[in-house]
């Protein structure tokens, strides 16, 4: 392994090739790329349905490299920087709004499962890099999409100031309305009287 000497490895902007990734190689990668949001599923089961607003492609740039720690043998590292607009229902006024998501990131890459995990639990490494698995198939779709899903506000919001009066106002005679339709299921005495009185 002379990964220090290698030149990277590009990485084409191919979702097949994307989704096997070997990152047991020993090489470095770089790459970049757009991918349509119809290669994240379930990233899509999060976008506000009919909004009027365009989600934009997932706009992604990776780098490998690998570093020595503490003297021993090199580790490798990964840098993966995303970029995406989805519209999202805000949590306060109920309308779609697009939010702007930026991700930036690094992962150190172990050999197993148990090692990654590991890491994550270790409070020491709270702050740094997150860890992720190495393998021969490393699928880079699932770690974007996992990376994104993460990067969700936990309760979306329209930025502040753009979240309006009048909006909440018409979210109130909806609710309003709605509880007034739920009324008028209900048999109504003077209605009938009413009706009695045309008759
Ligand atoms: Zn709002």
């Not at 009048?166 to 009324?183: C, F, H, M, R």
Request: hydrophobic share 35%; aromatic share 8%; charged share 25%.
């Amino acid at each position: 392994m002379n990964s220090k000497n290698t030149t990277p490895h590009i990485l084409p902007n191919n979702p097949s090739d994307l989704q096997s990734i070997d990152l047991k190689s020993g090489l470095t990668f770089v790459g970049q790329g757009v991918l349509d949001l119809s290669h994240f599923p379930r990233l899509l089961q999060e976008i506000a349905p009919n909004s009027g607003f365009e989600a934009s492609q997932v706009h992604w740039e990776l780098g490998t490299w690998f570093e020595e720690r503490l003297g021993s043998i090199p580790m490798q590292y990964m840098h993966l920087r995303l970029a995406v607009d989805l519209p999202l229902t805000c949590q306060a006024c109920f309308q779609p709004y697009l939010e702007s998501i930026d991700s930036d990131r690094d992962y150190i890459l172990f050999d197993t499962e148990m090692e990654a995990e590991e890491w994550d639990f270790d409070e020491e490494n709270q702050d740094a890099e997150d860890a992720l698995v190495a393998s021969e198939t490393f699928n880079l779709l699932e770690t974007i999409e996992e990376e994104l899903l993460l990067s969700l506000p936990l309760s979306a919001r329209h930025p502040q100031g753009e979240c309006r009066p009048e909006n909440l106002q018409k979210v109130a005679k909806v609710l309003k309305s709605g509880a007034d339709e739920i009324k008028i299921e209900k048999p109504n005495p003077f209605a009938v009287l009413k009706n009695l009185k045309k008759q």
